[in-house]
């Protein structure tokens, strides 16, 4: 401002010509600053200051994460939770090309089995899309197909597969479609293989990351908060009648709902198959686990008294018969869907909207105990060990502990099954993922 005034002032006393040359170069540049500024808006992450641009401290969606390069992938499938890892993956690697994952569609049944209901779902039918991105900000993005500029320019990237491809392999391809020419391209579109059998490149803590950024729909989870509400009800009228639960060195008395316990119940006939096998290829017998050994683990879980509630979750289109309820000792209460009386909300449902529901119920159950090989019960395990870890919790291997987690296809302590916190420092998710009975209690 203090050059514009000298040069006005300057005409009026009639500068010289370089003067007045000096002069015009300043107004025709302070002229295109003005129009850059009222025409051209600035880029996300950057602030307009008198005319200057500052980069911004905190960009709306964090550093390496562009909105302007998007990650397309396959439609996503199987269970529920292996989809969750699935699209966790894709998360990781548009996040390591520095792309926005476009929102994948999910499978709202289980492919090998509803062949004929397989049919996708938006993940936005299913997981809080806003929520997600508020969650995840700075670290992974979505993004919608509406975000695209320019649909025609698609770069395919096909997945290799087989013995020869490795993980060294696969790390570079991604490398190297994240520069040069490769990078240019609007969108990169996945080809090949469902992403949770890509290869694994990152820890733990960056999939669990990502875990922590799903949050069910409104419906959904008002379905599951209502299953919930059923169970605790069932525990507030038991505690009216007197009676009550308690564990070791805790005499006060019970005025509350009792606690319950939410046993991942894997006997269905498609589970007894895999896990015979995988027992023989892996020459262990901590696998498979009959009704019998389940009911007697879960009635010796150390500190445990009864009366105690019982919430079975198993899918009961591949039980082979009913017979789940039987054979629990005094002092155990066990409910499943129709003894419950909420089989009618899980029947509204596809296969994997009723998953998440009672991944919910297990989630958010007092004691859960399930199996180490399941990839439902490595990810409630997976959660309820970072809840433990925002709780400032040392010593997650102590009996009186809130949200403890067991294994009843390991022994434990007087033939009960075993503490499960899950290792948060693993370098990838394989253990999790296809299951281990190295677990850290």
């Given at each position: ?6 040069c006005k002032l300057s005409q009026l006393m ?39 641009y500052i980069k911004s401290q905190s960009p ?110 696969d790390l570079d391809q991604l490398r190297q ?265």
């Amino acid at each position: 401002m203090e050059v514009l005034f000298n040069c006005k002032l300057s005409q009026l006393m009639g500068g010289g010509t370089v003067r007045s040359l000096a002069c015009k170069c300043v107004f025709l540049l302070v002229a295109v600053l003005i129009l850059r500024a009222l025409l051209v808006p600035p880029s996300p992450g950057v602030e307009w200051s008198n005319l200057v641009y500052i980069k911004s401290q905190s960009p709306s969606f964090g550093v390496g994460v562009r909105q302007g390069k998007f990650l397309e992938v396959p439609q996503i499938v199987w269970g529920l939770n292996n989809q969750k890892i699935a699209f966790a993956r894709a998360c990781l690697t548009a996040r390591m090309m520095n792309r926005t994952l476009l929102m994948p569609n999910l499978s709202a049944s289980l492919f090998y089995k509803e062949i004929d209901l397989l049919q996708p779902i938006s993940f936005d039918k299913v997981f809080q899309f806003d929520k997600f991105n508020a969650l995840c900000s700075g670290f992974v993005q979505l993004g919608r197909y509406s975000d695209l500029l320019n649909q025609t320019q698609v770069l395919e990237m096909q997945k290799g597969s087989g013995r020869k491809w490795t993980v060294e392999r696969d790390l570079d391809q991604l490398r190297q479609h994240s520069k040069g020419d490769f990078d240019e391209h609007e969108v990169i579109r996945i080809v090949g293989k469902n992403p949770f059998l890509w290869h694994d490149h990152w820890p733990v803590k960056d999939y669990a990351k990502v875990f922590e950024c799903l949050v069910l729909i409104h419906e959904i989870g008002q379905e599951a908060d209502r299953v919930v509400s059923k169970i605790r009800a069932i525990g507030r009228d038991i505690g009216r009648n007197g009676e009550s639960m308690e564990l070791e060195n805790d005499d006060k008395p019970n005025s509350q709902p009792l606690p319950y316990v939410a046993v991942h119940m894997r006997v269905e006939i498609d589970w007894m198959i895999h896990c015979k096998n995988l027992e023989q290829r892996l020459n262990t017998n901590q696998i498979c686990s009959s009704k019998k050994e389940i009911i007697e683990r879960v009635g010796n879980i150390k500190g445990l008294k009864t009366p105690s509630v019982v919430y079975l979750a198993v899918a009961d289109k591949l039980l082979q018969n009913s017979s789940i309820l039987e054979g629990w000792g005094e002092g155990f209460l066990p409910f499943e869907k129709k003894k419950l009386g909420v089989d009618k909300i899980y029947k509204k449902y596809p296969y994997l909207i009723q998953s998440a529901i009672d991944y919910e119920v297990c989630l958010r159950a007092d004691i859960f105990v399930g199996n180490s090989f399941s990839t439902f019960s490595s990810l409630i395990a997976l959660e309820r060990t970072q809840k433990m870890i925002r709780m400032g919790v040392n010593n997650m291997c102590e009996t009186n502990i809130r949200w403890p987690s067991y294994a009843y296809n390991i022994q434990g302590e007087l033939n009960g099954p075993m503490r499960w916190v899950s290792n948060m420092s693993h370098s990838t998710l394989q253990e999790i993922s296809y299951g281990t009975n190295h677990i850290s209690c």
